[in-house]
C-alpha cells in the first residue's frame, strides 16, 4: 500500500464512523455536515502534500538523470 492510499484510508475510517453513527443515533445532517467537511479538508491537504513530495522527488531524479548523461555541454 503506498502513502497516498495509507493516507485516504485512515481519513476514510472516520468518515465512515461519522455516516454510521449519524444514521444509528438520527443525528442531524448539518452536524455531521460540519465534521465531513472537516475531514475532506485534511484530505485534500494530505493529498496536496504528497503530490508536492513526488513532484519534487521527480523532479530530482530528473536533474540527475540529465548530470549523468551530461546533457547541455558542447562538445
Known amino acids: 500500500m503506498d502513502q497516498i492510499e495509507q493516507i ?4 476514510m475510517m472516520p ?3 461519522e455516516v454510521n453513527d449519524a444514521y444509528y443515533y438520527g443525528r442531524h445532517p448539518e ?3 460540519k465534521v465531513l467537511d472537516e475531514l475532506e479538508t485534511k484530505l485534500s491537504s494530505q493529498l496536496a502534500r504528497q503530490y508536492d513530495l513526488g513532484w519534487k522527488a521527480g523532479q530530482q ?4 538523470k540529465l548530470q549523468q548523461k ?3 555541454g558542447h562538445k
Request: proline residues 0%; aromatic residues 0%.
Open 70 to 72: 551530461k546533457v547541455g
Open 8 to 11: 485516504a484510508s485512515g481519513l
Open 15 to 17: 468518515i465512515k464512523k
Open 61 to 64: 531524479a530528473l536533474a540527475q
Open 31 to 33: 452536524d455531521s455536515r
